[in-house]
């Protein structure tokens, strides 16, 4: 298991709205649903946080990948 800090996102005043949302929402879907919407929830951080890619997706919870954030 992974470890995540995505629920600790949605309480953070530094998270961007955008991300939030899409967080909440990944988790109201079934589990095979979630890694989409996480790796969404990664770009916006990416984007509007300025957060390194890997970084992202490590706080979603997700493995770095190449071209994750793009």
């Known amino acids: 298991?992974?470890?995540?800090v995505a629920s600790l996102l949605l309480h953070s005043d530094s998270t961007p709205e955008g991300a939030k949302t899409?967080?909440?929402?990944?988790?109201?879907?079934?589990e095979e649903e979630r890694p989409a919407l996480l790796q969404a929830a990664a770009?916006?951080?990416?984007r509007e946080a300025s957060l390194d890619?890997?970084?992202?997706?490590e706080l979603v919870g997700l493995a770095p990948q190449p071209c994750g954030c793009y």
Do not use: G, H, N
């Not at 899409?22 to 079934?30: I, Q, S």
């Not at 770009?43 to 990416?46: A, E, Q, T, V």
């Not at 890619?53 to 997706?57: E, Q, Y």
């Open 22 to 30: 899409v967080l909440r929402d990944a988790f109201t879907r079934p």
């Open 43 to 46: 770009r916006i951080l990416y």
């Open 53 to 57: 890619c890997s970084d992202a997706l």
């Open 1 to 4: 298991m992974a470890f995540s």
